[in-house]
């Protein structure tokens, strides 16, 4: 048995990866329909593949999770390798894990703590801008700005949480669109950023002098030109979705959880709601910030048409698709939501009216996302012993008195 | 059970393995192609697809020509007018070995975001749209651009307006886009060196849609003119509103809102006396154009090759020249084109020390009757009507 | 001039009000933010052109009372559009958590703003919408108010009324009062649900459609992505003045409209930043008074 279950799961890993590349590879629609059906005919197969003994699906990737990690880790550095060919591809992969990023930030206000900030590109706005503005013109390295932008959009994240820790709900929502449109709007009318023509010549990562978005060579190995920033912001999501799982498991995500059940009971324990609501927004805006900050390094040039009201809908909705409240969900919406509309971009026009047209049909079908939220495990009730058995978990949604 | 689970994991793992390896095209080269990139969507869309037709005319007409031993291409990519959509379309031109050059892009910030790709691929990029005068000025030798910026366009209408119509006191109304900001600079730089006065300076975005009460404090100021920087839907709401609130400026702009949209959405009336200018020469008064025209309308594109569709077809015949003299090779191509001597539509260009095309023609017009008249034909030019 | 860009003030605030007593109904009764109700009124002026040009060909020349009904017709056709909306998309969430509502009438406003521009010919371009009121102006001592300023701000003001007698003073509006204030109550007491939800957006989605018909009739230009920036500010309006409250769109609405109008009047350069002030006035509003000027004060009972 334990032999099985860790090459079942590589196996599913490289079958998995295999059909994605090939699916962004293939230059012809029909055989990218023909890898994308595949490929989710594949998903569904192996989530029965590795089921646990009782049938659940998936539930090898849990119990053997070093073997799940540790594979996805290896094939994901070994990502720029097969995508040689396609240097577009590989920064699409690039923009896909900015999204991820973001996506994780943004889940720690959404998914755990339920609350609905449609403004968020705004504070990914001031991570890039403030990361530009000191590495162009300060001359401060962009390892350094990197940091102080993700700081900057913490600072504001809080700054704005702070009155709007007291509305709730909808008032919430209103309050982050209307500041995500006053930093889009300051944007454009302060000539001192550029203005409607945004900042260009932003300098890139570089390690001793070999800028990241050049052609590198390792060994004698020749990376595409984007493999540089895709190792990075492999690594940045690394480091974050770490640090958002942890928080998770611990006292701050059940606080989180607590406020989204019943924020009222919540504040009836003894939890300090508003601190607790500053830290989602001061966290979330964090990974947010670094992550427009990371872009702007990367792309070089941002404008103020980089972080419309839009873009914020769309990375609620890789939230919300991919599963709320559930780090790996976020990632896998943030993923897919990048690759499916650049993909058909042969339908070019039609790309936005088919995303309203899959929000809403994924809504209908799957209103919890692609993956369901994380059932918390509390106490493992010992059974009397009999055998071999193992204890079965008690499981709870929150610890939230109803 | 586990057997099976292998061979079957072997053999997909296989067949991609083989899906992968990149095929390497082999012998003489048959296909070249030459990448478009521009709006095709969104709401520049209608510059964005005349210039495509007239850079898909240029190819077609490669092609039949029979003067090339291969094959010519187009791969057309939409820039959406948005930076990282265009940066995106770049690196998928850069990224296929048949292409050779590239020609793009109408917004300057999509502009500036791919000519770092271009550069960094050392594949020569001719821009037939964009105008914000330091896309050339990055010293890259790929960029080259065969529409005048808006200082050269600009400078010749604050010229015309401030000089020759001495109209003094100027009221700027500018929309808040990269290309609204940037020619409400060329106005006011400009035309502060003719000796004008600016009143005032005020934004307004795209899409609004009521100026009543910009209009009504700009009333209060007593401007002898009014200069827009910005398109055609809020121009001509800009110039309805203010004849209806009775401000007695003239009114001028520059290429964006010469449209004959303008005219319609403004009414005739309230147009009358509109003054703009445009970069070009009317095509149907040189020979030239005028061929352009029948072939353009007999090759039957949906969309009309609006004002920079023989910019594109420009640009286009430059690549094509280029390649003719030096072969589909890149790096020859960005010298080639840097050194060329075109015959084009307009006349004959050649590029500066910065990439920037010399043939600056432009042409002035103002809204007589219900349509756009050259300025030299028209009645106010003769003195039989007056602008204010 | 102060008179002038009052009057100013008061017409955009007519248009922003239009919009936002619809936001209002949905709100109030079901507590919905529609973020698709721009599209209606987007939806509602297309669909009027379409009408002027498959019935009467041209839109000059025409004598006004044709235009009028068409539009009528248009208006009554998004009104069935809206209903549509909420049977196909939107009533399997009623019982999700309000997020997921919200995100699909976001969603389905994306379908409706592409759908219409890429359907209706050159449609990312903006289109020339008739005027349907007479030109001329009425003399008000030394000021002259323009029949079509007058037109707005009359019907502005009699929807607004209306909304209010036909929610507090009929029977329906007392069935839709019902569902708002406890459902299940209410179908204890034997109301229809589906019906009457279906009612509520028939209205609100007509009174969305009627803004939209007199926003390019009064504009004369009208946009396929209009719907969007008159939804936030319709919202915005709504929230400032109370949502739940018809007369509360009505002041909220011009409030806003006395901010922008005053920005621009007043700030040299003041008119880039007017949804500037806008906003941040409704920031403001929202963390200190949250349920707005004329909301009701509720209290939450735990």
Redesign the interface.
Known sequence: MSLTAPFRILALEVVILGLTVAFLLTERLMLSALWLGVGILAAVGASRWTAGEDGTPWALLATHRGWAVGGLVVLLLAVPLLLRSSPYWLFVLVLAGVHALMAVGLNVQVGSADMVNLGFAGFTAIGAYTSAILSRGLGLSPWLSLWIGGLAAAAVGVAVGLPAARTRGYSFSLVTIAFGIIVYLSLINLPAVGGPSGLGSIPPFSIGGTSLRSALSVADLHLPPQAGSYYLVLGLLALAVTSALRLHRSVPGLVWNALREDEIATKVLGVDVVRAKLWAMGLGTFFGGIAGAFYAHTVGFIAPDNFTFLHSVMLVSMVILGGADNVAGVLLGAVVLTIIPEKFRAFQDYRLLLYGVVLVVMLHLRPQGLLPRVVRTYASVPRRPEGARRPEPVAADTVAVR | M?RR??LV?LI??GV??L??V?GTPAGPVEVVKIAFLGP????N??QGLGARNAFDLAIRQANASGRFPYRIEGLVL?DA????TG??AA??AV?DPAVVAATGHWN??VA??TI?VFH?YRTPIIIWGAI?PDITRRGYPEVTRVAPTAEQETAVGARWVVRDLRLRRWSV?HD???Y???TRDAFVGTARGFGAEIL??????V?D??F???L??IR?LNPEGLFFGGV??EG??LR?QMV?LRIPAAFFSISGIFDD?FI??ATAAAAEGTLAIKPGVPLERIPTGRRFIEEYRRAGYREPYGAYGPYAYDATGIILDALRQVGPDRAKLVDAIRNIRYRGILGEITFDREGQTRLVAVTRYVVQDGKWTVWEDSEYAKGKRKIR | MIVEQTLNALLLGAMYALVAVGFTLFFGVLDLVNFAHGEMAMLAAFTALSLFGLALGRTTDVPTGSLWALSAVAILAVGGIGVLTERVALRRLRAAPALLMLLATVGVSIVFREAVRLLYPAGSNPQVFPSLFPKGTVHLGPFGVPYDTLAILGVGWLLIVAADRFINRTRIGAMIRAVAQDREAALMMGIDLDRTIATTFFLGSSLGAVAGILNGAFYGIVRFDMGLLLAIKGFSAAVVGGLGSFYGALVGSLVLAAVETLTVAALPGGSQLRDVTSFLVVIGFLVFRPNGILGERSVEKV
Not at chain 2, 81 to 84: G, K, Q, R, T, V
Not at chain 2, 200 to 205: K, P
């Open positions: 586990l689970g292998f994991s997909l793992i991609l393995a899906g992968l990149p095709l969507t969104g709401p869309a209608p939409d007018s948005d930076p990282a940066r995106a690196l998928k990224s300057s910030p500036f975001a770092e960094e914000h109304v808040t886009t990269a609204g900001t940037f005032s300076v005020d934004g307004i975005n899409g849609r009521d009543s009460a910009v009504t404090r209060s055609v839907t001509a709401l309805a209806r949209k319609e959405v």
